[in-house]
């Protein structure tokens, strides 16, 4: 079992940025694929971005790459997500996964965190 918890969610302008993390429990986290999603009001969650185990592999959703980088400190146990050139479509909760294989995909995850609040005003 590992525990997620997220932050650096906030209200930023358009074009501005933020940087989320997500710190994990456990020492099995530099085991772990990770992945960031999101959920804006009235819509399903989506996914963001992800990385596998070693960090060595990236996936970024069409609208945020380019923009959105993900990585992860495996000696810190926490991931993070650079995020860039924000629009107000950014405007969602923010949740990080853990995938127990390590592959880091976009589906197939274990444990999700709670969520951190990222407004983007115009």
């Known amino acids: 079992q590992v525990q997620l918890v997220e932050s650096g969610g906030g209200l930023v302008q358009a074009g501005g940025s933020l940087r989320l993390s997500c710190a994990a429990s456990?020492?099995?986290?530099?085991?772990?694929?990770m992945g960031w999603f999101r959920q804006a009001p009235g819509k399903e969650r989506e996914f963001v971005a992800a990385?596998?185990?070693?960090?060595?592999?990236?996936n970024y959703a069409v609208s945020v790459k380019g923009r959105f980088t993900i990585s992860k400190d495996n000696t810190k146990s926490t991931l993070y997500l650079q995020m860039n050139s924000l629009k107000p479509e950014d405007t969602a909760v923010y949740y990080c996964?853990?995938?127990?294989?390590?592959?880091?995909?976009?589906?197939?995850?274990?444990?999700w965190g709670q969520g951190t609040q990222v407004t983007v005003s115009s």
């Open positions: 996964a853990a995938d127990r294989l390590g592959y880091g995909g976009t589906k197939g995850y274990d444990y």
């Open positions: 456990g020492r099995a986290f530099s085991r772990y694929g």
């Open positions: 990385i596998n185990w070693t960090g060595g592999s990236t």
